[in-house]
């Protein structure tokens, strides 16, 4: 029976110390969802009690390096205020990224070796209407170079092309970065980073705990970039995934 049980422990070790991300806290992790498998995020970030956004993110592995997904971002919340504020729908504060957005995801991998892979990817769809606006087409692309070691060290980074209605009024590309680093088989540091002056160009560093196999829990602080007219936030994350 000890020998059992300590298999099933030592089992379930090493399955925790090999969960990686599929998304980090703002970009992709490089990480493609296994086939037949679900991946689903819910991200809280947390400006100030009237200043928060919200982000759900669901994708399914076709196999072949290959998923598809669904992602729902920009949800502005304002849970203090007697009116949920959504005026970046009708531009009416032309610095802010359109939302809600409703996108279509898609990425593709290549391997190039064991610890190297050069990944694709991008998000499309539209806006959901406000107060009779219209709706409005956005997306974003990038590449990705995927460094990751058999001790779970994930480094990421690659350029982006995006548009002001996705990250906000700004430049429209630049570079993306992120790392995963373990600590203990359960936890591991986190961070991301997106280049830019828009609303959407900040750096989030934090960290996610495997609470089991198939569920993760993250947090970090937001740090906008210089110019981005961001603000100092707070990210929480829940992922369920591998079901």
Request: glycine fraction near 12%.
């Amino acid at each position: 029976m000890k020998k059992i049980l300590l298999s099933l422990s030592l089992s379930l070790g090493l399955t925790l110390s090999g969960i990686a991300q599929q998304n980090l806290f703002n970009i992709s992790s490089g990480a493609i969802t296994p086939k037949g498998k679900v991946f689903y995020q819910h991200q809280l970030n947390v400006h100030a009690l009237d200043n928060m956004a919200s982000k759900h993110h669901l994708v399914y592995g076709l196999g072949s390096n290959w998923e598809i997904g669904l992602n729902v971002v920009n949800i502005g919340l304002q849970p203090f205020q007697s009116r949920t504020n959504r005026a970046a729908n009708d531009a009416l504060i032309p610095y802010k990224p359109h939302g809600p957005l409703v996108m279509l995801t898609t990425q593709k991998q290549f391997r190039i070796s064991n610890t190297l892979a050069v990944n694709v990817g991008t998000q499309a769809g539209l806006s959901i209407p406000n107060q009779g606006k219209s709706s409005r087409w956005s997306h974003f692309t990038y590449g990705l170079l995927v460094y990751e070691t058999e001790k779970h060290l994930r480094i990421v980074a690659g350029p982006y092309y995006s548009d002001r209605f996705m990250l906000g009024k700004g430049n429209q590309g630049g570079l993306i970065a992120g790392f995963e680093l373990p600590v203990t088989k359960r936890f591991f540091l986190m961070g991301d980073f997106v280049s830019g002056r828009t609303k959407g160009s900040v750096s989030v560093l934090g960290g996610f705990y495997n609470v089991t196999p198939h569920f993760q829990l993250c947090l970090g602080g937001l740090i906008p970039n210089p110019e981005s007219k961001e603000r100092l936030g707070i990210v929480l994350e829940v992922n369920l995934f591998n079901f």
